[in-house]
């Protein structure tokens, strides 16, 4: 019995190449409209299609309908790095960016809808550039995710495991036909189309309202200008604000609804949790900047609930330099690059509903602490959540936490300084975008060194992959039959 199936793992690869092909070929519209060449994308699209017919050759003989468990982690890691490496490709034959490593962090940044970047001046970028930086995070935040779901319903890994591998929280969408399949992507497509007409009715331009739509619906946060959504009319930004606390709630949630079943919303803990969490995070920091600053209540609300939805959904959006907001406010959001949206949400991060998890058994501990023979059992949506998954979550924060401090220790060893350093990886392996220091806000990554910038791209990865995918390839277990 073979520990795993190469030929299945390379049919996997080639057949998301091929989406990758036709996300090429989607920014020529763009391109030609605005007058600029096609070749950083018509090359690209024939390199990434002639790859996909050599793999499908040498795959054409596997057999998909029994790709296993160990398949799955091991396609969906390679699956990362091949997709973020050809997302380089534009940048580079564009003239957009000449070194291949700041290529590279810019497309991981894009594909794990992190949002960091190394682009000094955005503005002076080709639309056609802008829209492929912008269309990365939509694709990698759920239209991949889609498109495996649609392409691949034979999978027993399924679609949403393949490209999340969350396997820590059994709250989310299974989708095992196509019919589900559908009316998830129509939910995603509503998101991203109600945005985009209600971003166009304000001062933003079709085209930054579709750019803008795809780094919020997927929580990623590149924008079309330098001074981000401080750029923009009070308007758009509280459209944004809210779809960034939308993008943030599970799909499930949305499923539910599309499905008439209220029951299970109203049932969903942690939905309530992240709420509560924002409403609790928003007030805090509105009161911060009304109390401490000369803003009006307005504009200290608006700035106060923005970046906190911003930094908990990871989706790193600025409306303000929050560099200059109190002490106080710039470590609540420090804190809160640690919180995560929901679980079966485009966003990053370690998750509301592990935060829970781990209330709950703090909780538990002080209960036995004053009665000792109590039974007291852990349930999420009143589902008991057993004694592994219990501590495979706890193991997922403890690995969450050494991995950001090892992290923060090598980037600081290549001479970044500390706070820089911590928020950089802390960003980073969130996917939130924007950090602190020297990477702030209205800031960006181009002066980090490079191996740092390795470094950072590996975490974004890491992160999206909800780090025990990658981790499990290098157990021995994993290679015993």
């Not at 420090?334 to 990053?348: C, D, E, Q, V």
Request: proline share 3%; charged share 10%.
């Amino acid at each position: 019995m073979k520990l795993i199936n190469p030929l299945i793992i390379i049919r996997i690869i080639g057949i998301i190449l091929f989406i990758e092909t036709i996300s090429f070929l989607l920014c020529l519209p763009v391109a030609l409209i605005y007058n600029e060449s096609a070749w950083p994308f018509v090359l690209p699209a024939l390199i990434a299609f002639s790859i996909t017919g050599l793999l499908y050759f040498v795959s054409k003989k596997a057999d998909i309908s029994k790709v296993s468990t160990r398949d799955g982690y091991m396609a969906v890691t390679l699956t990362w790095l091949i997709f973020t490496a050809m997302g380089t490709l534009p940048y580079i034959f564009s003239g957009s960016i000449n070194s291949f490593v700041d290529a590279l962090f810019e497309s991981t940044s894009g594909f794990t809808t992190t949002g960091s970047s190394i682009f000094t001046d955005v503005e002076s970028l080709p639309h056609s550039i802008l829209f492929w930086r912008s269309f990365t995070h939509w694709i990698g935040g759920f239209g991949i995710i889609v498109l495996v779901i649609l392409i691949l319903p034979s999978l027993r890994v399924n679609g949403y495991q393949l490209f999340s591998m969350e396997s820590s929280m059994q709250e989310k969408i299974h989708p095992r036909t196509q019919a589900i399949g559908f009316r998830v992507m129509f939910i995603y497509l509503g998101l991203t189309l109600s945005e985009i007409v209600l971003l166009s009715l304000g001062d933003m331009n079709f085209f930054d309202s579709v750019c803008h739509t795809f780094g919020t619906v997927a929580t990623g946060g590149f924008s079309t200008r330098n001074m981000k959504l401080a750029a923009y009319s009070h308007y758009s930004q509280y459209i944004v604000m809210i779809f960034m606390f939308l993008a943030g709630t599970s799909q499930l949630v949305y499923y539910h609804l599309f499905k008439m079943n209220f029951k299970k919303i109203r049932q969903n803990e942690e939905l309530i949790f992240y709420a509560g969490v924002v409403v609790f995070a928003g007030t805090i920091a509105t009161s911060l900047l009304f109390f401490d600053t000369s803003g009006t209540f307005e504009s200290s609300f608006r700035n106060g609930f923005f970046q906190v939805i911003s930094i908990i959904t990871c989706t790193g959006f600025a409306s303000t330099d929050y560099l200059l907001w109190p002490v106080a406010g710039i470590l609540l959001l420090f804190i809160l690059m640690f919180a995560g949206g929901s679980t079966g949400s485009t966003s990053g991060g370690i998750k509301m509903a592990r935060h829970l998890v781990i209330l709950k058994n703090i909780k538990n501990v002080f209960v036995k602490l004053s009665h000792p023979n109590a039974i007291s059992l852990i349930k999420l949506n009143k589902s008991v959540i057993s004694e592994n998954t219990n501590i495979s979550i706890i193991s997922f924060i403890a690995l969450y936490l050494f991995i950001f401090v090892l992290g923060t220790l090598f980037v600081v060893a290549t001479g970044v300084d500390n706070i820089t350093a911590a928020s950089s990886v802390a960003t980073c392996m969130a996917g939130i975008g924007p950090g602190m220091g020297t990477v702030g806000p209205m800031s960006n990554f181009a002066h980090i060194p490079e191996i740092s910038k390795v470094v950072l791209s590996l975490l974004m990865i890491l992160g999206r992959l909800e780090i025990i995918t990658v981790f499990t390839l290098f157990t021995r277990t994993y290679w015993k039959k």
